[in-house]
């Protein structure tokens, strides 16, 4: 996993540094000029115009901007109070204006089209923590950054601005890192074969939901944890179809109201249940009782509702909640822009893993981790994905899998499953690529 360190956190760390700041911006600068290098596919008779702010981002551009003069490569070095309207007639452009403290709008100069541009730390106008825009940044082509990743390179509108993101190493320690960027090769960590022995009782799980009229979601939910190694699936469904969900689930209709304790009758030999998926929000007791049990519980959709959010502390097996933006607000989820912060708060507020879907994927642990799932893709705001997710959860939580890793390891296999299919996706098309996903992290296991 790639670290994730705030532009405060950063400031400190290169306070501590054994190294003074000259060999930092030295290091920093030989970075960005090799990657310049790479960008421009050599150095023969090519041109580069840098923009280069008062501070260290500046000073970066301006030793970077030496270092490919020395290489042979024809460069204009542009002061921002002096940059002309429009940079032409070069082959690259540097962005080293502003790096992530900016604090006042910025808009950089226009780009001749079909001119590549590489950002120093984040690009100039994107807040380093939020993501958020001040003024008009430049959309950029690749941002190299350093030690580790910035919040702002992740969240939208910002992460759009960066184009493909490069960590430089310039020997900052980041160990003290809370908040980690997930990649595939982090599944195989989490996700295991099943064992020789297993059998379908020792990952059988509960759905409960899918009511009526509102049947696809408890389906969708079902057959995801089936997918993901859930042996066995009940899918109990308030006033719903008996044969709501696949063919390869168990299904028990209860009635529409009233139907907590026959929901979580006979639980004794599942290892984890999730509730929402396609309940509807008329039966808050109900719900309730949903909370008393001792097993390991994912709350999605219809059951993420303020009233529950009080007593989840007090729940004595891992509780793992699955909001949008729409649940989140409805939750009382602090509007900040500082959606790593804001996640984490709730999760330590709450007691339980809280998985906020988005763009970027921000999944938190009561203990202040908190993990970036940011290969999502548009395609997924459609109905039906979240429900998916949710039975991603629960089949991992069935398998004993720790909360915290369950959550991430089935945001990073959702998103993984929507990069496969090439267009117009739909909720169902995830269940087909699931296994494609699962097959690729045994390939990395063996």
Not at 155 to 177: K, N, T, Y
Not at 301 to 309: F, I, S
Not at 331 to 352: E, F, H, K, Q, Y
Not at 438 to 445: F, N, Y
Request: net charge negative; hydrophobic share 50%; glycine share 12%.
């Amino acid at each position: 996993m790639i670290p994730v360190i705030t532009p405060a956190q950063m400031a400190a760390i290169d306070s501590e540094a054994m190294d003074p700041p000259e060999v930092l911006i030295d290091r920093a600068a030989r970075a960005v000029a090799r990657e310049a290098i790479r960008m421009l596919g050599g150095v023969y008779g090519r041109r580069v115009a840098v923009v280069v702010g008062p501070g260290n981002n500046g000073a970066d551009g301006r030793l970077a901007a030496g270092h490919l003069q020395r290489r042979g490569v024809r460069v204009q070095v542009f002061e921002v109070a002096e940059t002309p309207q429009l940079i032409d007639s070069v082959d690259l452009v540097i962005d080293a204006a502003f790096g992530t403290g900016l604090s006042r709008p910025y808009s950089f100069p226009g780009v001749e089209p079909g001119v590549a541009v590489l950002a120093v730390d984040i690009p100039s106008g994107v807040d380093g923590l939020t993501g958020e825009l001040f003024g008009a940044p430049v959309i950029v082509d690749r941002t190299i950054t350093f030690a580790a990743m910035k919040p702002g390179l992740l969240l939208e509108p910002g992460r759009s601005h960066c184009g493909d993101v490069v960590v430089a190493d310039i020997g900052l320690d980041v160990s003290r890192a809370s908040v980690f960027v997930v990649g595939h090769a982090d599944l195989a960590e989490w996700v295991r074969a099943r064992p020789a022995d297993d059998h379908k009782w020792r990952t059988a799980v509960r759905v409960i939901g899918a009511s009526r009229g509102m049947e696809g979601a408890g389906y969708l939910a079902a057959a995801a944890a089936q997918r993901v190694g859930a042996g066995l699936v009940q899918l109990a469904s308030p006033g719903g179809a008996a044969s709501a969900g696949p063919v390869e689930a168990v299904s028990q209709s209860l009635p529409i109201t009233d139907w907590g304790a026959e929901a979580v009758g006979n639980i004794d030999r599942l290892q984890a249940v999730l509730l929402g998926p396609g309940l509807g929000r008329d039966d808050l007791a109900s719900v309730q009782d949903v909370l008393a049990i001792h097993l390991a519980l994912v709350i999605d959709g219809d059951a993420l509702v303020p009233e529950l959010m009080t007593g989840l502390s007090a729940r004595p097996s891992p509780t793992v909640l699955t909001p949008h933006d729409g649940e989140w607000r409805r939750l009382g989820g602090d509007p900040s822009p500082d959606r790593i912060a804001a996640t984490v708060d709730m999760a330590r507020s709450t007691g339980a893993v809280v998985v906020r879907k988005g763009p970027t994927t921000v999944v938190a642990s009561p203990s202040g981790r908190a993990r970036i799932v940011s290969v999502g893709t548009p395609a997924l705001a459609t109905a039906g994905t979240g429900d998916v997710l949710a039975g991603l959860v629960v089949g991992l939580l069935a398998q004993g899998i720790d909360a915290f890793d369950a959550a991430t390891a089935a945001a990073q296999i959702h998103a993984e499953a929507a990069a496969l299919v090439p267009a117009g996706l739909v909720a169902h098309d995830l269940l087909d690529r699931l296994p494609h996903v699962l097959a690729q992290i045994g390939e990395t296991q063996l």
